[in-house]
T-cell receptor, first 113, second 110 residues
Framework: EAGVTQFPSHSVIEKGQTVTLRCDPISGHDNLYWYRRVMGKEIKFLLHFVKESKQDESGMPNNRFLAERTGGTYSTLKVQPAELEDSGVYFC???????????FGSGTRLTVV | GENVEQHPSTLSVQEGDSAVIKCTYSDSASNYFPWYKQELGKGPQLIIDIRSNVGEKKDQRIAVTLNKTAKHFSLHITETQPEDSAVYFCAASTVYKLSFGAGTTVTVRA
């Protein structure tokens, strides 16, 4: 089966610009998660979708971040406007059941200059 | 919230030797403990996991132990090979949210 696909793999934008990251989960996986690793620190939870519904967005840093999953398939994560501290690697993961069997994508490395 | 600490941050071992990575967690409700391996340019890949009702699990050269009383768990890699070089993450979870350690960069010297 195809894995979790993320694109772009890299993005370099200027402070104040907008960037949209996309994640295509494994087909049939209702659960989709976004995580972020900043500056070589631990990978941190951002939010969790079950189908098209946001179950938990407690990890979203602030209202500059907006995640959507229209139709319960792919998801987008928009950062608007981007700040320097938003730089990091954004990972998407999906699972069939909750809490186990995660498959991670390769991540999007975001650099804000 | 859950706090996971991972040690060491870097580990260099001679090929054929064993590598051990240790993690502690704070939330006694955590019941699922996966380990991930991340190679350059790839996302974290699950290599082994353990649930709270099990004390030890082994898969070929990889084993994980869990001490729920002390709230710590460890990854053991035996007979290390160059392809074991990567960043390893431990994580703890209650329902769906994974809390990760900061990662251990393992280098296997030929």
């Amino acid at each position: 089966e195809a894995g979790v696909t993320q694109f772009p793999s890299h993005s370099v934008i200027e402070k104040g610009q907008t960037v949209t990251l996309r994640c295509d989960p494994i087909s049939g996986h209702d659960n989709l998660y976004w995580y972020r690793r900043v500056m070589g620190k631990e990978i941190k939870f951002l939010l969790h979708f079950v189908k098209e519904s946001k179950q938990d967005e407690s990890g979203m840093p602030n209202n500059r971040f907006l995640a959507e999953r229209t139709g319960g398939t792919y998801s987008t994560l928009k950062v608007q406007p981007a700040e320097l501290e938003d730089s990091g690697v954004y990972f998407c993961a999906s699972s069939q059941g909750q809490g186990f069997g995660y498959t991670f994508g390769s991540g999007t490395r975001l650099t804000v200059v | 919230g859950e706090n996971v600490e991972q040690h060491p941050s870097t580990l260099s071992v001679q090929e054929g030797d064993s590598a051990v990575i240790k993690c502690t967690y704070s939330d006694s409700a955590s019941n699922y403990f996966p380990w991930y391996k991340q190679e350059l340019g790839k996302g974290p890949q699950l290599i082994i996991d353990i649930r709270s009702n099990v004390g030890e699990k082994k898969d070929q050269r990889i084993a994980v132990t869990l001490n729920k009383t002390a709230k710590h768990f460890s990854l053991h890699i035996t007979e290390t090979q160059p392809e074991d070089s990567a960043v390893y993450f431990c994580a703890a979870s209650t329902v769906y949210k994974l809390s990760f350690g900061a990662g251990t960069t393992v280098t296997v010297r030929a």
